[in-house]
């Protein structure tokens, strides 16, 4: 013989008077939920600590409105004998929670947000609507720090800009760049996951102009030679520019062991010695004879035209 239990509790449908309930909180009974991936163990992902911020205390509230419930609830109702999760009057198991408190008896119901809008009326269900927007924000937030984090993770190149743009906005002692300000402003905002690949260059040009002008601060003696001259010295940087009928062609800067630096093509001749990536050249170490020709705006700068006798040794790995 099967036994059917009736329910006799004055939260029961049949039994229900919606007048005798008045609003008293709602919560997010799940706030984690979106962050577990992240939270379930700090030291294994970057975001975590950062992800539990984000959440602040609504794990702290839960915490606080579960011990209540568990308290003044029906003990013998849904979310009782669920261990706190279900509403109480029709048992589905909500993520935000309205509690509502029972006049006559002085019980705090816990009920979802359909049972709220179909059976209590809507007046509290903007409670719940704030809470699942803060959620969706939280979800956001998430996202865009986990996209940041892998582009990062993509180049050593995007770090070295992100660590020159701080130190470069922070500096007292070099002037204002309005570039410098605004790609700032910009990567300080929550939803930028990336700076562009022009941003990036950028900002490494800077960073190795403004070394350049340090070291030649440090070296006021070393104005550049003019006429057909060896340079022996090591790339301390690469640009690409635009040649020959807008072709792009690619410049070395080579800093001579004398204290001067030298502007030179990338010719035939140099990326046999050197290889053709790039990539590799910052560091290397060359010597070849080309003319020069003093920069009329910085006399430790010279142009070098038609380099010949090229030796190079690629930089140590």
């Given amino acids: 013989m099967t036994t059917t239990l009736v329910r006799t509790d004055p939260h029961t449908l049949r039994h229900l008077r919606p007048d005798d309930y008045r609003f008293v909180a709602a919560f997010d009974n799940e706030p984690e939920r979106d962050c577990d991936a992240y939270l379930d163990d700090p030291d294994r992902h970057s975001l975590a600590m950062d992800?539990?911020?984000?959440?602040?205390?609504?794990p702290q509230i839960a915490e606080h409105w579960r011990a209540r419930l568990a308290a003044q609830?029906?003990?013998?109702?849904?979310?009782?004998?669920?261990?706190?999760?279900?509403?109480?009057?029709?048992?589905?198991?909500?993520r935000y929670v309205a509690v509502l408190r029972h006049l006559p008896t002085g019980q705090l119901?816990?009920?979802?947000?359909?049972?709220?809008?179909?059976?209590?009326?809507?007046?509290?269900?903007?409670?719940?609507?704030?809470?699942?927007g803060q959620a969706a924000a939280r979800r956001e937030r998430v996202s865009w720090r986990l996209q940041r984090t892998a582009w990062l993770s993509a180049d050593p190149r995007h770090v070295e800009a992100i660590i020159y743009l701080h130190a470069r906005v922070k500096a007292a002692d070099l002037p204002v760049s309005r570039f410098a300000d605004s790609v700032a402003s910009f990567w300080d905002r929550p939803s930028t996951t990336h700076l562009t690949p022009r941003q990036v260059e950028a900002l490494l040009e800077m960073r190795d102009r403004e070394a350049a002008a340090r070291r030649r601060a440090?070296?006021?003696?070393?104005?550049?030679?003019?006429?057909?001259?060896?340079?022996?010295?090591?790339?301390?940087?690469?640009?690409?520019?635009?040649?020959?009928?807008?072709?792009?062609?690619?410049?070395?800067?080579?800093?001579?062991?004398?204290g001067f630096a030298v502007w030179v093509t990338r010719t035939a001749e140099i990326g046999r010695k050197l290889g053709w990536d790039a990539d590799a050249y910052r560091g290397a170490r060359m010597t070849f004879t080309a003319t020069l020709a003093r920069s009329a705006r910085d006399a430790s700068f010279a142009f070098a035209t038609r380099p010949?006798?090229?030796?190079?040794?690629?930089?140590?790995?």
């Fill in 218 to 258: 440090e070296q006021p003696d070393s104005q550049a030679p003019e006429g057909r001259v060896s340079v022996c010295g090591t790339v301390v940087a690469v640009r690409k520019h635009d040649g020959y009928r807008g072709r792009r062609e690619l410049k070395l800067i080579v800093r001579d062991d004398r």
């Fill in 73 to 94: 609830a029906m003990p013998d109702g849904h979310w009782n004998r669920s261990g706190g999760g279900r509403c109480d009057h029709c048992g589905a198991r909500p």
């Fill in 308 to 317: 010949t006798q090229v030796t190079a040794t690629a930089a140590a790995a």
């Fill in 51 to 58: 992800i539990a911020a984000q959440i602040g205390d609504a």
């Fill in 109 to 132: 119901l816990p009920v979802g947000e359909t049972c709220l809008d179909n059976r209590f009326g809507d007046d509290a269900v903007e409670h719940l609507d704030r809470l699942r």
